[in-house]
């Protein structure tokens, strides 16, 4: 099949989102599809977009910002249409199924899916009289079209259903990770980067994510004093940066946590895997702020995968990315005393924190890798094509 792919969110540009576009399409293309993907255009991106062409992936870039995309892709999309046989068009998020609409996607009889991941489905940006209510109609009416449905998580595919979309229509695709990319690293490396870092000996807590309100990273330097209490030489690690860094800097200050959290800001890509295998345990007691929201969690797997137990809020995807019990621990969102006790009894019991990382690296190796979601997507589309 030749499959048309349309996403404003691609390399080089980084979240979620973008890793799921770029692993999807590799992995769709590695199962022998012709695959196309049309997706803004950055600076320098040509070495990029070679690695993706070696991987049978040929990128068509559109000069747009991220927002602009949808209707600047336009043009880009009738040439691609009118050019080439395609057999499915993928929207990576349904601003690009308005796109492939304009652009006659429906009317050559092209079916579409479209992924669904959670805030694109929220969002509420139009701050005009009616304006809002129009744009609302917009987005029911381009995902009520979609001929498949392919939401991230179960919670994503609640998000479908107010908008109109049966059950018969959706199929949730968990997102995965790259186990060959992330894996347990040896005790000598995690130690010599911690001593490049200037972690100290102890255990090590670690969060990986933008630096924004509904990550929760304010609540883990809210559970942390009382983590101290039960383990006085653990270390919190927080790799990312984002708007709220300054305040959350400021609050480890006034919590007097600051020999304690180690704020490392944006974090080489080649190192992260270390940087999981060297931590003990993995946070991010994500919330949901409206339109904001976590859809799924790439990180607690990417942490599963090397051997890491991770903890996370019961809310949004994330009981999708944590099987509770088994690969991590679920706590309510906002509840410093719960995560304090969650994060102090995996540290107390490290055989039990071991045997959560052992079972989140083998779910990764069966079932939450981007082979297998590829594998589900290309059959559904071999469907979809019938």
Not at 105 to 115: F, Q, S, T, Y
Not at 168 to 192: H, I, K, Y
Request: hydrophobic share 45%; with cysteine.
């Amino acid at each position: 099949m030749h499959i048309l792919a349309v996403t404003q969110d691609f390399p080089p540009d980084v979240g979620g989102t973008q890793t799921y576009a770029a692993e999807v399409a590799r992995g769709l293309a590695s199962r022998g599809h012709r695959v196309s993907v049309v997706c803004p255009a950055r600076p320098d991106t040509s070495h990029l977009d070679t690695g993706f062409a070696a991987h049978g992936v040929h990128t068509i870039r559109v000069a747009s910002t991220q927002d602009m995309f949808p209707l600047r892709a336009v043009p880009t999309l009738r040439g691609v249409l009118s050019r080439e046989a395609i057999d499915v068009a993928f929207a990576v998020a349904w601003p690009s199924a308005l796109a492939l609409r304009i652009a006659g996607a429906a009317r050559r009889h092209i079916p579409l899916a479209l992924a669904a991941h959670g805030r694109e489905l929220l969002l509420e940006p139009v701050r005009i009289p009616g304006g809002q209510a129009a744009y609302d109609a917009i987005r029911r009416h381009v995902v009520r079209g979609a001929d498949l449905l392919l939401p991230v998580s179960r919670y994503t595919a609640s998000l479908l259903v107010p908008l109109g979309v049966p059950a018969t229509r959706m199929q949730v695709v968990n997102n995965g990770t790259d186990p060959s990319v992330f894996f347990p690293v040896d005790a000598a490396q995690c130690a010599a980067l911690r001593a490049r870092l200037g972690v100290p000996d102890g255990p090590m807590i670690l969060t990986v994510s933008r630096l924004v309100g509904r990550k929760g990273v304010n609540t883990v330097l809210e559970a942390l004093p009382h983590v101290l209490r039960d383990h006085p030489d653990a270390s919190y690690v927080v790799a990312g940066d984002g708007p709220d860094k300054d305040a959350l800097v400021a609050l480890a200050r006034e919590l007097g946590l600051t020999e304690r959290v180690h704020f490392l800001g944006r974090f080489p890509w080649e190192d992260l895997r270390t940087l999981y295998s060297a931590a003990n345990v993995f946070v991010l007691p994500a919330r949901e702020a409206r339109p904001d929201v976590e859809g799924f969690g790439i990180v607690f797997l990417e942490a599963n995968a090397c051997g890491t137990p991770v903890v996370g809020a019961d809310t949004g995807g994330i009981p999708d990315a944590i099987d509770h019990e088994q690969t991590g621990l679920l706590v309510p969102p906002d509840d410093a005393a719960a995560l304090a006790r969650a994060l102090s009894g995996l540290l107390a019991d490290p055989d039990r924190a071991e045997a959560m990382g052992a079972a989140g690296r083998k779910r990764v190796e069966e079932s939450f890798n981007w082979q297998r979601a590829s594998e589900h997507i290309s059959a559904l589309f071999s469907r979809l094509n019938r």
